[in-house]
């Protein structure tokens, strides 16, 4: 059912991204394409992965923007996945029923067999959460690692999005941001988390954290400004000569 | 937005074919359509062919077309459900509608009013196609209120010009479709040059600042690409039109879609009965194309929000 579900439970599972720790390395992107290979949407199929112009499905993608002018510009890595939003359109226009929001956590999820190929859903998602697979003819997007999540077998640690256990900075953070007293719900109130164009209504689950006020001074560690002299003045001995030697 | 070419040929075709369904029910109800078999055969085959070769058109684009039928399953929430559904609906009642004129031989009584529906089904069919663009917030260009006026306007265009140029291969001529059609094509192209300016003027309100949410910092510009090679997204949504050739085509629509019919159509009145047909069909014709290349122009000025995250500073 393409409606959105009645009466959604608090949990919100999603993600926090941190944007100022965020080192661009995109292991992120990389791991997730390599869970969700095996996973339950794969295969993310590549067309052409040695060919000149590769074509592929990846959940995740790393953006590097360049903020401000001069001085005061900064360079800014941006992961962007699935916000598993609260009011996802793309799940709504979809004809057929093979989007769906989960009621009991909200993770937003396309069952492949249901999917016709329309595509009007990655039309809907002002954020291209969701990629095509031409190969599959089906539309593919992050299941917030559904299969490892919940997935008993793993030890606890390990039940957080690929993305998440991959990187190596901790900048992204798993969690339920429907409930006020989590880790990620904290992290979010601590740091303004803010949402992605809020101003087009889909109240996306996941947050980003800004980049934290650029430093203009060098932080005093406890060393002094000046360096003290190498040779403290009216002291005899070896040094002293040497110094009045060099010095003349 | 790519424009894909199943897309443009299905809402052209349906869209003519809706809108002559329409007229001929309207014209039933009126009692003003002849109770006669030729051309019964032509326009509803014309319409409902039209109607036709659209929606197989437009399966063409999907990745599983011979799932489609679970397109009839969301009308609760989906416009691109509720089209499929309506589209599919609206064939009940044109059927029974030519069972009564092609048939029977009647277009009055219980045949008008089926009639009637069939004219309701076109008209809520192309509403449901308007709406599937113009709820896509994503797309400013597509979403506002400009949008459902035009596909209504251009379908009531395009099936009055379809059902006069009927009408005149069986030597019929109706003044009050001539009056229709001099009404409709002036409208059509008022609605489409106001959309345009609409387009032009109104700044989204996503920009990659918003996107980003970066925008309080300074101003926000790609520096790095996150791949190399072109993805589904720059392909689907990433489609951009050069300025230049979107003002010469926008100047081809107008003179294909609204001037030349226009004209075409007043000419006809003017020259003996029997140039008539060729007049009505030239005008039916060529509208048809400018509705194609205006389609087109819907499609590839559409800007889509995800462009923001690959260069762009407004969508």
């Keep these: ?98 989007s769906y929001k989960r009621a009991e956590d909200g993770i937003v999820l396309v069952n492949e067999d249901l999917c016709i190929g329309c595509k009007l859903c990655s039309w809907a998602c002002p954020y291209g959460a969701r990629e095509y697979d031409y190969d599959a003819g089906v539309m593919k997007k992050c299941t917030l690692c559904i299969d490892k999540i919940y997935n008993e077998t793993l030890e606890e640690a390990s039940r957080v999005p690929a993305c998440v256990s991959t990187c190596p900075a901790s900048a992204r953070h798993f969690g339920d941001l429907g409930d006020p007293g989590s880790a990620v719900s904290q992290l979010m109130r601590e740091r303004g988390g803010y949402d992605l164009m809020p101003e087009l209504g889909y109240a996306p689950t996941n947050k980003y954290l800004p980049p934290r006020p650029r430093r203009t001074v060098a932080k005093d560690v406890g060393a002094s400004a000046e360096l003290a002299p190498a040779v403290p003045a009216g002291s005899g001995g070896f040094l002293a000569w040497v110094d009045r030697l060099l010095s003349g | ?70 397109a009839f399953s969301q009308w609760r929430s989906s416009w691109l459900s509720r089209e499929g559904v309506s589209s599919a609906a609206t064939y009940v009642p044109a059927l029974l509608f030519a069972l009564g004129w092609l048939v029977i031989g009647s277009t009055s009584g219980i045949w008008a009013l089926f009639g009637a529906l069939s004219a309701v089904g076109a008209v809520a069919t192309v509403v ?44 019929m001529m109706d003044d009050y479709l001539i009056l229709a059609a001099f009404l409709c094509i002036p409208l059509a192209g008022f609605l489409k040059v106001r959309y345009w300016r609409f387009i032009d003027r109104t700044a989204s309100l996503s920009d990659a600042g918003t996107a980003t949410g970066l925008g309080a910092l300074g101003r926000v510009r790609l520096f790095e690409a996150p791949h190399t090679s072109e993805n589904y997204l720059m392909k689907e949504m990433g489609f951009r039109i050069a300025r230049k050739h979107a003002a010469k085509l926008r100047i081809i629509a107008l003179v294909a879609a609204f001037f030349l019919p226009q004209l075409l159509t007043l000419t006809g009145l003017l020259i003996p009965e029997a140039l008539l047909p060729l007049c009505a069909i030239a005008a039916a014709v060529i509208a048809t194309i400018g509705v194609l290349i205006e389609r087109w122009l819907f499609f590839a000025e559409a800007k889509h929000t995800v462009t923001l995250y690959y260069g762009a500073e407004r969508a």
């Design chain 2, 128 to 171: 449901c196609t308007a709406f599937i663009y113009q709820s896509l917030k994503p797309i400013q260009r597509w979403s506002n209120g400009w949008v459902l006026p035009n596909y209504l306007a251009l379908s009531a265009m395009t099936g009055v010009l379809w059902l006069i140029a009927v009408l005149s291969l069986f030597g």
């Design chain 1, 1 to 98: 059912m393409t409606s959105l579900p009645a009466h959604p439970q608090a949990k919100r599972l999603g993600l926090v991204i941190d944007l100022d720790i965020c080192v661009g390395c995109h292991a992120c992107a990389v791991n997730c394409k390599q869970w969700n290979s095996g996973g339950v949407a794969a295969p993310l199929t590549d067309l052409e992965p040695y060919g000149a112009d590769p074509l592929g499905v990846w959940f995740n993608r790393v953006h590097t923007f360049e903020v401000g002018e001069g001085e005061a510009g900064r360079t800014v890595h941006f992961p962007r996945s699935c916000l598993h939003c609260a009011e996802p359109a793309c799940v709504t226009v979809c004809p057929t029923g093979a």
């Design chain 2, 1 to 70: 937005m790519h424009p894909a070419l199943s897309v443009i040929v299905f809402t052209t075709s349906s869209g003519a074919g809706y809108g002559l369904l329409a007229w001929l029910g309207v014209w039933a109800v009126a009692g003003w359509l002849p109770a006669n078999r030729g051309l019964a055969a032509a326009s509803l085959g014309l319409s409902l062919g039209a109607i036709t070769v659209g929606l197989l058109s437009s399966t063409l684009h999907l990745g599983h077309p011979e799932r489609a039928w679970r």
